[in-house]
C-alpha cells in the first residue's frame, strides 16, 4: 500500500521559516519524481516545487523562488521542503505529490501551513 506522509506544518509568524517533510513508503522511491503542492482557501491546487529522480535538478513556482528549497534523502524515502521567509499568502494545505506515470500517481493527506502575526 502506497502511503505518502507529511509532516512539519504549523503556524508562523511572517518572515519565519518551516520545514515540510512527507515520508513514502510502498513505492520505489527514487525512481518517482517528486512535488509539493499547496491549497490555499478558495483557490485551485498549485504546484510549488518539483525535483527529479537524483535530485540534481529542481523546479520552483516563481511565488517561492529564492524562498523554499526542495530536496530528497532516497535512502530515508523523504523528501523535504524548507520554507522560509515566510509570508501570509504562503498559508495553504501543502500537499507531496509522488509521480512516476499517468497510473503511478499518489498524493499525501497534506499538512497546514499558517502565516499569521
Known amino acids: 500500500q502506497v502511503q505518502l506522509v507529511e509532516s512539519g506544518g504549523g503556524l508562523v509568524q511572517p518572515g519565519g521559516s518551516l520545514r515540510l517533510s512527507c515520508a513514502a513508503s510502498g513505492i520505489s522511491f527514487s525512481i518517482y519524481v517528486m512535488s509539493w503542492y499547496r491549497q490555499a482557501p478558495g483557490k485551485e491546487r498549485e504546484l510549488v516545487a518539483t525535483?527529479?529522480?537524483?535530485?540534481?535538478?529542481?523546479k520552483y513556482a516563481d511565488s517561492v523562488k529564492g524562498r523554499f528549497t526542495i530536496s530528497r534523502d532516497n535512502v530515508k524515502n523523504t523528501v523535504y521542503l524548507q520554507m522560509n521567509s515566510l509570508k501570509f499568502e504562503d498559508t495553504a494545505v501543502y500537499y507531496c505529490?509522488?509521480?512516476?506515470?499517468?497510473?503511478?500517481?499518489?498524493w499525501g493527506q497534506g499538512t497546514q501551513v499558517t502565516v499569521s502575526s
Open positions: 505529490n509522488a509521480n512516476f506515470d499517468s497510473v503511478n500517481d499518489y
Open positions: 525535483i527529479r529522480r537524483s535530485g540534481t535538478s529542481t
